[in-house]
Every structure is written in C-alpha cells, then in structure tokens.
C-alpha cells in the first residue's frame, strides 16, 4: 500500500504490530535479536513508544510465545486412549517450539498466559481428567508435562542431542574408561540408543504414570503461587 507521497504507508502503532514485529525478529535472529530496541526499529517508532501498549519486555516476550501457540494442535489427540491424546498434543506443542530455536529458548524461560496457553492447558486438563487424574493431581501435572517437554526441546535447540553420534556428548559416553566408570561403560550403548521420537514418548508415558500412581500432598497453609509456572503468571495478570 502507497501513501499519498509515493512512499509505503507506515503501519499504525498497536500491540499486535509490535507483537507480530517481535515474533519476526525472534524467527529470524533468535532471542537476543527480539529486543525492545530492534522492535521499535523495525515499526519506526522509538523504543518509549511501545510502553503505551506493553509494560516492558517481560510482558512482550510472553505475548509473543502465546501467539506462537496458535499453531499448537489441540484436537491432535481427540478420539484416541487419554495417554495417546496427550503425547499427540505435546508432540504438536514440541513441533512449534521446534520451529524455531529463539522461540524454544523463549519457551524456557516464559510464561504465556493469554488464549492460546490457556487452549493447551485446558486440553490436557480435560484429557487427564478422562484418564481419571484426580482435580488437584491434573492442576499439578499439567505444568509439569509442559515443563518436561519445553526443557528437551529448548536443550536440542541449542545444538545438544545426547544421542547424535557424533556429538560431544556421545563421544564422552563411548569414550569412557571401564575401570573409572564401570556403570557407564556397561550401560553406554542404552544410554545413547532409541530415536528422537521414541524417547519422547517413553518421558511422556513415564510421567502419566507418576501422576496416576503420586497423588498431589494436601497443601498445609491457603493456596498461593508457589511454583515456576503459577509465579509467573500472577506476575504477569496483576
């Protein structure tokens, strides 16, 4: 579109142009590239323009992971065994992460809060409670299955897959010394063995399976947000 100059007509100020500028920054230059600095540059505006619209970087930061979230698929699992519903909505969740290395990084250390963070939790919500997860075990468990899968694939975004065979961490396994190590040396072919997907699959199961058999401790003082995940958002919906 031309302005009345001749010029490209710049593009109205908003909290979704600054979001979908931050989500393009952090596609194209990972995470350190997805600065406030960079955001306003790239809207041609200055960097204390953007406060009217985002309380600091913190908050833009889980904006732009909420609308990453979008291309999760929630309905991966529907119609499957409860277990199988929510390896495939992790799965999917794990794909979008993957997508991107500054986006898995961001994942790491961010909360998204907004609806599409909410359509995932609520997902998994309703596939424990199918497999017949108590309420209090599921409020629980939800973070932690994100929590486990967000961590692996925020590790393999950095270059680090234990299981390549060429990589330094493989190298170090085969490499040991029997004497010094007689457990990992006995154990260096499992411990570097399976696929990418299989391992996957396999954390998933064993953590449903803690949750079925680990109810939640009855809390011993009033609720509040005590963990990584619940700190976080409060900070961020005050």
């Given amino acids: 579109m031309q302005s009345r100059r001749g010029g ?3 593009q109205p100020l908003s909290r979704d142009a600054i979001v979908s500028e931050a989500l393009r ?10 600065s406030l600095r960079k955001v306003a540059a790239g809207l041609e505006t200055g960097a204390a323009s953007l406060y009217a619209y985002v309380e600091d970087l913190d908050e833009l930061r889980a904006l732009v992971l909420d609308r990453a979230l979008v291309k999760v698929d929630v309905r991966a699992g529907a119609g499957a065994d409860w277990r199988a519903g929510v390896r495939a ?6 794909r979008v992460l993957s997508g991107s290395p500054g986006l898995a990084q961001l994942a790491f250390g961010t909360i998204a809060v907004g609806p599409n963070a909410l359509r995932i939790t609520e997902a998994l919500l309703g596939l424990l409670a199918q497999g017949g997860v108590d309420p209090e075990t599921r409020a629980w468990a939800v973070d932690l299955l994100i929590l486990q899968v967000t961590a692996v694939v925020a590790e393999h975004a950095g270059g680090l897959d234990p299981a390549a065979p060429e990589g330094r961490v493989a190298r170090a396994v ?8 007689p457990e990992i040396h006995a154990a260096r072919a499992h411990l570097l063995s399976g696929t990418g997907a299989q391992r996957f699959a396999w954390a998933i199961d064993v953590v449903l399976h803690g949750i079925q058999r680990v109810p939640r401790p009855s ?4 609720p509040r947000a005590t963990s990584r995940r619940a700190g976080k958002s409060a900070r ?3």
């Fill in 8 to 10: 490209p007509v710049k």
């Fill in 25 to 34: 920054l952090l596609t194209s230059e990972g995470l350190e590239g997805m």
């Fill in 89 to 94: 909505v992790l799965a999917s969740y794990s």
């Fill in 174 to 181: 085969a490499g040991v010394s029997e004497s010094d190590y």
């Fill in 219 to 222: 809390p011993v003082s009033a």
């Fill in 236 to 238: 961020r919906t005050r």
